[in-house]
């Protein structure tokens, strides 16, 4: 599921929906998978672009999409907070980031919006913001941090093992949802994309 390409929200995408009730499905989906060796099925996801495109639009899925990048970025902080740098680093380049043509990070989930908080998320405390740049009011950016809580407290649930064995279930945890299938779906044309977008989110999927 999670490749080297870039996902873009486009404009017409619908406001951030998912809650506490939602992330913390998610995050057990994810745990219960690794407890018993399976491969977790993230479920459809539809993108305007091709198989082999190094740039998508997603549109539908984008708030299972924004989440799975919003834990990969609290599983990244806790591997930072035990010492284990060279590990959390992979997580950040190899999925979370790409390097600009000036070396800088830039996220692989391009937002807009509101959702330039998730920006702050995923490259670490983003240099180019800070939290006083957004709306702590915002309905949207009070979801993204209600996200950040539930799996940085889904994260700890071994914290009080030895050093040794939490990194070892951390890495268990990285390997799961990094491995993780979807069905993903392709359209070259945005009227088609749109059009099945449109139908998709009448009847209510996420």
């Known amino acids: 599921m999670l490749i080297s390409r870039k996902y873009q929200i486009p ?20 745990l219960q998978s690794e407890k018993k ?12 672009g091709v ?17 799975i990048f919003i834990f990969l970025a609290c599983l990244r902080d806790k591997l930072y907070e035990i010492k284990k740098d060279n590990y ?19 996220a692989t989930l391009e937002t807009n919006a509101t959702y330039k908080y998730v920006d702050h998320i995923i490259v670490n405390k983003n240099p180019y913001y800070t939290d006083d740049d957004f709306d702590k009011n915002n309905d949207e950016i009070q979801k993204f941090k209600v996200a ?8 700890e649930r071994h ?34 994309a749109y059009l099945a977008f449109e139908s998709l989110n009448s009847k209510g999927q996420p």
Do not use: H
């Not at 680093?89 to 000036?102: K, M, P, S, T, Y």
């Not at 950040?148 to 994260?155: E, P, R, T, Y």
């Open 88 to 106: 959390a680093d992979a997580i950040q380049e190899r999925f979370l980031c790409q390097r600009d043509n000036e070396n800088s990070l830039q």
């Open 11 to 30: 404009d017409f995408q619908r406001e951030f929906t998912w809650g506490k009730s939602d992330f913390q499905t998610l995050a057990e989906d994810i």
């Open 159 to 192: 914290s009080n093992q030895s050093d040794k064995e939490y990194f070892n279930w951390l890495s268990s945890i990285r390997d799961t949802i990094t491995s993780a299938f979807a069905i993903n779906l392709f359209s070259a044309e945005k009227k088609e």
């Open 148 to 155: 950040q809580k539930v799996f940085g407290k889904s994260l």
């Open 51 to 67: 198989q082999g495109d190094d740039v998508v639009k997603i549109t539908d899925g984008q708030q299972r999409l924004t989440s």
């Open 37 to 48: 060796s399976t491969t977790p099925f993230l479920g459809t996801f539809m993108f305007i």
